[in-house]
T-cell receptor, first 115, second 113 residues
Framework: GAVVSQHPSRVICKSGTSVKIECRSL??????MFWYRQFPKQSLMLMAT?????????EQGVEKDKFLINHASLTLSTLTVTSAHPEDSSFYIC???????????FGPGTRLLVL | AQKITQTQPGMFVQEKEAVTLDCTYD???????LFWYKQPSSGEMIFLIY??????QNATEGRYSLNFQKARKSANLVISASQLGDSAMYFC??????????FGIGTKLQVIP
């Protein structure tokens, strides 16, 4: 199957700092990547759709100034949580779209803890 | 209305037995795709199987098969010969046309030795 990496896998930061999470498609090019957030024992909540070379499309209720997304190349998308607060603590997971069936392949996720 | 419904919050299955995880969906788009993903405790989402709305045959991938009943709008996942490593959360998901993918709330499967 396709491989998507995510870095870092875990991050602990102080309130008010910014955190950048990288999502890379390792063996294919992905014009579209997605960023999800998952709270414990809940399903994935789509935050935004990231398209290479254009602005991300954010879901309703997601603050675009707080969750900055950059998709600078066909293999890399980044999510920056700006001025993080404890309520931003969550599991963030990215996915990349591949193939005619447009199957999403997911990264391993990043656990963010904001103190 | 929910687009993806998974009515089984938790399921138990004996090792080596088969298990069916239910999924129903709601869409008026004639072109859609249905997916199943597995999420073990590590958190990663593992793609299992895909069924397109125009596919005539039910999708199969090793021990996984998708029981696609279009008229009933159901896309149940069947896992044959369950293994202990199958214990995980399982999510059903749907893509309508070229739109985003919507996930169900998941089913927690526990395989009993």
């Amino acid at each position: 199957g396709a491989v998507v990496s995510q870095h870092p896998s875990r991050v602990i930061c102080k309130s008010g700092t910014s955190v950048k999470i990288e999502c890379r498609s390792l063996d294919f090019q992905a014009t579209t990547m997605f960023w999800y957030r998952q709270f414990p024992k809940q399903s994935l909540m789509l935050m935004a759709t990231s398209n290479e070379g254009s602005k991300a499309t954010y879901e309703q209720g997601v603050e675009k100034d707080k969750f900055l997304i950059n998709h600078a190349s066909l293999t890399l998308s980044t999510l920056t949580v700006t001025s993080a607060h404890p309520e931003d603590s969550s599991f963030y997971i990215c996915s990349a779209l591949r193939g005619a069936a447009e199957t999403q392949y997911f990264g391993p996720g990043t656990r963010l803890l904001v103190l | 209305a929910q687009k993806i419904t998974q009515t089984q919050p938790g399921m138990f299955v004996q090792e080596k037995e088969a298990v069916t995880l239910d999924c129903t969906y709601d869409t008026s788009d004639p072109s859609y795709g249905l997916f199943w993903y597995k999420q073990p405790s590590s958190g990663e989402m593992i793609f299992l199987i895909y069924q397109g709305s125009y596919d005539q045959q039910n999708a199969t991938e090793g021990r996984y098969s998708l029981n696609f009943q279009k008229a009933r709008k159901s896309a149940n996942l069947v896992i044959s010969a369950s293994q202990l490593g199958d214990s995980a959360m399982y999510f059903c998901a749907m893509r309508e046309g070229y739109q985003k993918v919507t996930f169900g709330i998941g089913t927690k499967l526990q395989v009993i030795p």
